[in-house]
């Protein structure tokens, strides 16, 4: 199979507690190599234009808030079938529905501090990559 990419957010909620090293060694161990990375202290703007789909949703204002409450360390994650991979070691977004040895099971606080983000689709990832990444800082 054919390595992919996605795209990965270790979130404040993780970042506070320090547990970005945590999160990375689990995603590596299912299998993802991290090819780009850093830390950064996402601004408001970068906020509302990341989840611009959801501006009409109630919860915006929480998740621009919530997402630049604190550093995040954006990712790009490379692997085979990257995205389902990096989805499947996250675990559900509700940690008390994810599987056991997932991410978000044990690690997320809630439902809403749940420690990461991951791309949903192939084409989100090179829209969210893009987004965070120049080509060049992308060293697979």
Do not use: W
């Amino acid at each position: 199979m054919a390595a992919t990419r996605t795209f990965s957010i270790i979130k404040p909620d993780a970042t506070r507690r320090n547990l970005t090293g945590a999160v990375t060694k689990m995603l590596e161990e299912a299998g993802l190599r991290v090819v780009a990375s850093k830390r950064i202290q996402m601004t408001r703007e970068q906020a509302e234009g990341f989840y611009g789909v959801h501006r009409e949703r109630p919860f915006f204002n929480d998740l621009v808030s919530f997402m630049t409450s604190g550093p995040v360390v954006v990712q790009v994650l490379e692997g085979g079938n990257a995205v389902q991979r990096n989805r499947d070691v996250m675990g559900a977004t509700n940690p008390e529905n994810a599987e056991p040895g997932t991410i978000r099971k044990e690690l997320a606080e809630s439902i809403e501090a749940n420690s990461v983000h991951g791309s949903d689709s192939e084409e989100n990832a090179r829209i969210e990559i893009e987004f965070f990444f120049k080509p060049e800082e992308i060293v697979g």
